[in-house]
């Protein structure tokens, strides 16, 4: 009986879940494509499983879209508790793909180079390892 029902369970995923708009543009990923050697043509949504079913942008579109209602906040603490708050970044309303890089960067200024001079040689290590960053 358990997996009968598990079988017939819907299967609510972003790409069938419709855009909360449909007058998408994708300019900032058409630069990302090409920045890559590569064109999106006319099929583009299609090809990237940017539709629902039904033939709407869903809401993957909608997260890769020029504009959308997501924001991304970075925030910074000066300890290790959450009550000195030191700054507040918000990237987001544009391409996912665009906010991601944004924070990335800011991520990339933060991560702090520690350096350690001994005798023989000097050794430098990241906050974080870049790699997984």
């Not at 993957?60 to 507040?88: P, R, T």
Request: aromatic share 10%; net charge positive; with cysteine.
């Amino acid at each position: 009986m358990i997996d009968d029902l598990y079988a017939r369970r819907i299967h609510t995923t972003l790409r069938n879940i419709s855009s909360p708009r449909q007058d998408l543009k994708f300019a900032q990923l058409k630069i990302y494509y090409q920045e890559r050697g590569l064109e999106l043509n006319k099929q583009f949504a299609n090809s990237l499983e940017l539709l629902t079913p039904d033939g709407k942008f869903n809401y993957i579109a909608y997260l890769l879209a020029d504009e959308n209602g997501v924001s991304i906040k970075v925030v910074k603490y000066a300890g290790s508790d959450k009550v000195d708050l030191i700054e507040n970044e918000k990237y987001g309303y544009c391409s996912l793909i665009k906010a991601t890089y944004s924070v990335l960067e800011k991520l990339k200024i933060e991560n702090v180079t520690y350096a350690k001079v001994t005798s023989t040689k000097r050794i430098e290590r990241n906050l974080v390892e870049p790699v997984a960053m």
